[in-house]
């Protein structure tokens, strides 16, 4: 999309997009997972523009199947074979990238990625846009992640629908590096993360020292997903000044979950969590975790990732699993965190591994009210 170009769907009609890989050549300059590269253009896509619009009433489908069917193909070949049934499209990826660089700047545990050679295209990806606005639109079946602007100032994703049956990585809206982003009204059901905020990946994400800060999420319901609002793993460029409130998760394998792991550094902190209702959660209600990927302990350094100032209140859930996981680094604790008002029914305990200035306040498991030993 061009500046000042709106497309509008009206009620009832649907754009199909092509499944044919070819259409979506050449490679272009684009994100994938935190990762600067050039591959398959995504199914919307803008660069340095402006005023650009997405509205109306009407369907966009992607018609993900075939892109998910060659992701499963080639990471099973690679696991299996070390990719000797390689298609036409990972010679052309080894030709348009740097490839030494990419493994130089990402940690040993995105190797394996990398090695796919083979990266689907995100259905709507803005790259350093400004004023981005998807309204009341639903959108389906996407290859990859959905929504995903990159670097753009002043986006606004509202009354949108998100429908991805069960698929891999692909993503609700998921706003990397961007500033000003305001998400609300939205009723997303999905493959993986619902919502979603990142800010890149290890070295190269560190390098680029863009963070995503000035962010709303506000009256949306979650269904389908591997968590409801997520922050990380690829934070490098650093998150902050968050605040998600009104929101109802339904569902979900986690409800808020913070994530990160040594090697990603950056720092994710001025979090507000407020106002928030979930049920059949299957496994934790709120967990922060620094330890995602098991990475080998390292002294405390820029590799190092920081959450501190994280506050969650007025949350309540049912049918939970684990309704509180907590886990810092030795290196570096989880720090200043408040859960206030907070009451879940639980089928475990919650859990607090290696914090500091944790508080709780009126927090509720089970009817019982607990405390810090």
């Known amino acids: 999309m061009k500046s000042n170009i709106t497309l509008e769907l009206e009620a009832g009609a649907t754009l199909l997009f092509s499944d044919d890989f070819d259409q979506y050549l050449p490679f272009v300059e684009m994100r994938y997972e935190g ?18 619009t997405i509205k109306g009433e009407g369907t966009l489908d992607g018609q993900g199947k075939k892109w998910w069917m060659e992701f499963f193909r080639v990471m099973i070949d690679l696991k299996d074979n070390g990719v000797r049934d390689i298609n036409k499209y990972q010679p052309m990826w080894d030709k348009a990238n740097d490839t030494k660089a990419l493994y130089a700047e990402t940690n040993e545990d995105y190797v394996n990625t990398l090695q796919r050679r083979f990266f689907r295209p995100p259905f709507i990806q803005p790259l350093r846009c400004k004023n981005v606005k998807i309204e009341g639109v639903k959108i389906v079946n996407s290859p990859f992640w959905t929504v995903n602007p990159q670097f753009c100032d002043n986006v606004t994703v509202k009354g949108v629908t998100i429908h991805n049956v069960p698929s891999p990585n692909t993503d609700g809206i998921n706003p990397e590096s961007c500033s000003n982003v305001h998400i609300s ?6 493959g993986d993360d619902c919502i979603t905020i990142k800010s890149g990946r290890d070295l190269q994400g560190r390098k680029a020292a863009a963070p995503c800060q000035n962010i709303t999420i506000t009256n949306c319901t979650m269904l389908a997903g591997h968590g409801g609002v997520v922050i990380g793993s690829e934070m490098s460029g650093g998150v902050s000044k968050v605040v998600i409130s009104n929101c109802v998760f339904d569902g979900t394998n986690r409800g808020i979950r913070l994530k990160s792991s040594r090697g990603r550094g950056g720092v994710v902190e001025d979090i507000r969590i407020s106002n928030i209702v979930m049920r059949n959660i299957k496994n934790e209600a709120i967990v922060m975790d ?11 350094s820029e590799r190092t990732p920081i959450f501190r100032d994280i506050h969650v209140s007025g949350l309540t859930a049912r049918d939970v699993k684990t ?14 965190v408040s ?7 639980s089928r475990e305990k919650p859990q607090f591994l290696n914090y500091k200035n944790l508080s709780l306040t009126d ?10 030993e």
Do not use: W
């Not at 591959?39 to 660069?47: E, G, H, K, Q």
């Not at 009204?185 to 999905?190: A, E, F, K, N, P």
């Not at 309704?323 to 200043?336: H, N, Q, T, V």
């Open 35 to 52: 990762v600067m590269m050039k591959s398959f253009s995504p199914l919307i896509y803008a660069v340095d523009a402006e005023n650009i």
């Open 185 to 190: 009204d939205c009723h997303i059901s999905v």
């Open 290 to 300: 620094l330890m995602y990927s098991n990475m080998p302990a390292e002294p405390l």
């Open 323 to 336: 309704p509180i996981f907590i886990r810092g680094l030795d290196e570096a604790p989880i720090s200043d």
């Open 339 to 345: 859960l206030r008002d907070i009451n879940i029914q």
């Open 363 to 372: 927090v509720t498991i089970n009817g019982q009210t607990i405390t810090l």
